[in-house]
């Protein structure tokens, strides 16, 4: 070994205290067994992430061609998405919800909502600042907090007005005062749900404690038996305190397009612009253009898709409660929030019950522990497979579960019990 190879290895990286803080991404492990066992040729049914298995309707690919045909969309793209993409959300917004934007001012469009959201988090929060974080939570809303070092408190989500008393007791009784408030309705994990009167409330508080509000509205386009989820933004107010993010992800099926937008308060709305013109170009001029054909010419097959999550909904809740699972079946949202039957649950952990699930029974579901400690005790399941699929994972997991109560050895002892 020459002198310059020594050097080398022994150089180290030091990153920075902003990833060395991030807590530990607890989907890693499932991921990883459901990985192996795809490459050992198991078929396995992925009832895991909310990845949308459906295409995108075929007017949207046809005009994304066209467009990508044409030499002059192919430099860099305005940062804050082109005028006629934020016309479009603003549009969408009164024809849905009867909420007048200004697509100047008061509309952006952003790489996905996960990426404005998380530049968001930057743009309002720093050290000292604490924001209030749904329980169970999906983890961006932990993590861009974290990122843009801030704090977090969590509180649980389960009952609405025990969520909404929690915040002002929080208020009232946290120095210095939360400065954020992150709330998400249809919620992921939960599926729980809202009514307008909600977010009046939450405007009241906000108003009343001086927190700023982030509504992540991602499942506002699937809903069920007739509910029509509220926008943040239809509450009286709720442009004086805050902003809303929709996603083109869920309803239109174009989860990679990265199609998102920010809405609502414009001075909001401008810090995210600022803080994004540092860190991007804007989307593919293309995706742009065919996302607006999409809002325009395909609200019908977005409601056509809520009624495909309904069906499945009703298969996946069918079946759990025919093999004895005590399932509530949400009313929007793309997920089933069940805890796990007893006598499993009290032998074992969420983690190790769903690891079973997915080496045995080979279904892979999200373990409630991943969501923050309120998670534990329950399995999050995406309706992304096809009824039949959904069919098949019960009798699957069924089949899982009454050969481990037969007598298996391989049944977790209670120690893994958190
Ligand atoms: C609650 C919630 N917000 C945001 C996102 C991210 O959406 P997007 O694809 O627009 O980044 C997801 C995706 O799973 C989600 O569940």
Redesign the pocket.
Same mark, same amino acid.
């Given at each position: 070994m020459n002198e310059n190879q020594s050097h080398e290895s022994e150089f180290e990286i030091h990153v920075s205290e902003r990833v060395t803080r991030l807590p530990p991404y607890l989907f890693g492990h499932i991921n990883n067994v459901l990985y192996t066992k795809r490459r050992a040729g198991d078929d396995v049914i992925d009832l895991g +992430?909310? /990845?949308p298995s459906d295409p995108p309707q075929a007017p949207v690919i046809e005009k994304l061609i066209e467009a990508a045909r044409d030499p002059n969309n192919h430099g860099y793209s305005n940062s804050l998405g082109i005028k006629n993409l934020r016309r479009e959300s603003a549009a969408k917004y009164f024809r849905n919800y009867g909420v007048r934007l200004d697509p100047e001012s008061e509309v952006i469009a952003?790489l996905?909502?996960?990426?404005g959201?998380s530049h968001m988090c930057l743009a309002l929060m720093g050290p000292g600042d604490t924001a209030i974080v749904p329980a169970p939570y999906?983890p !961006? $809303?932990v993590h861009t907090v974290v990122l843009a070092a801030g704090g977090v408190i969590s509180l649980e989500v389960a009952d609405n007005d025990t969520f909404l008393s929690n915040i002002a007791y929080t208020c009232q009784h946290l120095f210095p005062k939360p400065k954020l408030l992150i709330i /998400?309705y249809p $919620? /992921?994990p939960s599926s729980a749900t809202v009514d307008p009167h909600f977010f009046v409330e939450i405007v009241r508080l906000a108003k009343r404690y001086g927190f700023m509000v982030i509504h992540?509205f *991602?499942?506002a386009d699937i809903a069920f038996d007739g509910y029509l989820p509220p926008s943040f933004l239809s509450a009286p107010g709720a442009s004086d305190v805050g902003v809303e993010?929709t996603? +083109?992800?869920?309803g239109y099926n174009m *989860?990679g397009w990265? !199609?998102?937008f920010c809405a609502g308060n414009p001075h909001m709305v401008k810090a995210l612009g600022t803080i994004k013109g540092y860190y991007d170009y804007g989307m593919f001029q293309p995706i742009q253009i065919a996302a607006i054909v999409a809002m325009r010419h395909t609200e019908a097959a977005v409601e056509e898709q809520s009624t495909i999550y309904q069906r499945r909904r009703d298969v996946l809740c069918g079946g759990l409660s025919r093999i004895g699972w005590k399932v509530t079946p949400p009313r929007a949202g793309m997920f089933v929030w069940v805890p796990v039957p007893e006598p499993w649950k009290s032998r074992m952990n969420t983690m190790d019950f769903a690891t079973m699930l997915l080496q045995q029974g080979d279904v892979a579901v999200s373990p409630g522990s991943g969501f923050g400690p309120a998670g534990e005790g329950y399995l999050r399941l995406a309706l992304v497979e096809n009824e039949n699929r959904l069919r098949q994972a019960v009798r699957q997991i069924d089949r899982c579960l009454s050969s481990q109560t037969a007598g298996n050895t391989n049944l977790p002892s209670q120690q893994t019990a958190p």
């Amino acid at each position: 070994m020459n002198e310059n190879q020594s050097h080398e290895s022994e150089f180290e990286i030091h990153v920075s205290e902003r990833v060395t803080r991030l807590p530990p991404y607890l989907f890693g492990h499932i991921n990883n067994v459901l990985y192996t066992k795809r490459r050992a040729g198991d078929d396995v049914i992925d009832l895991g +992430m909310g /990845n949308p298995s459906d295409p995108p309707q075929a007017p949207v690919i046809e005009k994304l061609i066209e467009a990508a045909r044409d030499p002059n969309n192919h430099g860099y793209s305005n940062s804050l998405g082109i005028k006629n993409l934020r016309r479009e959300s603003a549009a969408k917004y009164f024809r849905n919800y009867g909420v007048r934007l200004d697509p100047e001012s008061e509309v952006i469009a952003c790489l996905g909502s996960k990426e404005g959201f998380s530049h968001m988090c930057l743009a309002l929060m720093g050290p000292g600042d604490t924001a209030i974080v749904p329980a169970p939570y999906f983890p !961006v $809303h932990v993590h861009t907090v974290v990122l843009a070092a801030g704090g977090v408190i969590s509180l649980e989500v389960a009952d609405n007005d025990t969520f909404l008393s929690n915040i002002a007791y929080t208020c009232q009784h946290l120095f210095p005062k939360p400065k954020l408030l992150i709330i /998400n309705y249809p $919620h /992921n994990p939960s599926s729980a749900t809202v009514d307008p009167h909600f977010f009046v409330e939450i405007v009241r508080l906000a108003k009343r404690y001086g927190f700023m509000v982030i509504h992540d509205f *991602a499942y506002a386009d699937i809903a069920f038996d007739g509910y029509l989820p509220p926008s943040f933004l239809s509450a009286p107010g709720a442009s004086d305190v805050g902003v809303e993010f929709t996603t +083109m992800s869920k309803g239109y099926n174009m *989860a990679g397009w990265r !199609v998102g937008f920010c809405a609502g308060n414009p001075h909001m709305v401008k810090a995210l612009g600022t803080i994004k013109g540092y860190y991007d170009y804007g989307m593919f001029q293309p995706i742009q253009i065919a996302a607006i054909v999409a809002m325009r010419h395909t609200e019908a097959a977005v409601e056509e898709q809520s009624t495909i999550y309904q069906r499945r909904r009703d298969v996946l809740c069918g079946g759990l409660s025919r093999i004895g699972w005590k399932v509530t079946p949400p009313r929007a949202g793309m997920f089933v929030w069940v805890p796990v039957p007893e006598p499993w649950k009290s032998r074992m952990n969420t983690m190790d019950f769903a690891t079973m699930l997915l080496q045995q029974g080979d279904v892979a579901v999200s373990p409630g522990s991943g969501f923050g400690p309120a998670g534990e005790g329950y399995l999050r399941l995406a309706l992304v497979e096809n009824e039949n699929r959904l069919r098949q994972a019960v009798r699957q997991i069924d089949r899982c579960l009454s050969s481990q109560t037969a007598g298996n050895t391989n049944l977790p002892s209670q120690q893994t019990a958190p």
